[in-house]
């Protein structure tokens, strides 16, 4: 298996209400500054979503977001860049589930260079970051 080096991120998490418009809303507040976006995911709720993003310049991004009108915080995640490749995800995630480790989500996002980079939050972050150097 041939991971890059595993990095702690800063995820921003948001607060999203479910209207048209909404997800359009943060992005681009985010990308008039400036500030890339690496990877995004969007679960829906009922009447709101949960959008968590990694981004090139997080506490940038944090002090935009936290001028508007969406609850937001941070939370800490690995970001794995693998190779593209068919199975090198599933590699990463076999080797943590053999060893304990949990992951309590995941997405997928880019490399500035294009290269799938895994965002995961899991239970044992040290462990996991061993098991992948």
């Given at each position: 298996?041939?991971?890059?080096?595993?990095?702690?991120?800063?995820?921003?998490?948001?607060l999203v209400e479910n209207r048209p418009g909404a997800l359009a809303e943060i992005v681009?507040?985010?990308?008039?500054?400036?500030?890339?976006?690496?990877?995004?995911?969007?679960?829906?709720?009922?009447?709101?979503?949960?959008?968590?993003?990694?981004?090139?310049?997080?506490?940038?991004?944090?002090?935009?977001?936290?001028t508007t009108t969406h609850l937001v915080f941070t939370r800490d995640a690995l970001a794995?860049?693998?190779?593209?490749?068919?199975?090198?995800?599933?590699?990463?995630?076999?080797?943590?589930?053999?060893?304990?480790?949990?992951?309590?989500?995941?997405?997928?996002?880019?490399?500035?260079?294009?290269?799938?980079?895994?965002?995961?939050?899991?239970?044992?972050?040290?462990?996991?970051?061993?098991?992948?150097?």
């Open positions: 298996m041939n991971t890059a080096t595993v990095a702690r991120v800063q995820q921003l998490c948001v681009q507040s985010l990308g008039q500054r400036g500030i890339n976006i690496l990877a995004i995911n969007l679960a829906e709720g009922l009447d709101h979503g949960y959008v968590r993003l990694v981004v090139d310049r997080p506490d940038d991004a944090l002090r935009i977001l936290s794995i860049p693998l190779e593209h490749r068919p199975g090198a995800l599933g590699e990463v995630l076999e080797l943590w589930g053999r060893s304990g480790v949990n992951v309590d989500y995941a997405y997928v996002g880019l490399t500035a260079d294009s290269r799938p980079l895994l965002i995961a939050h899991v239970d044992q972050p040290d462990r996991a970051e061993e098991l992948l150097s």
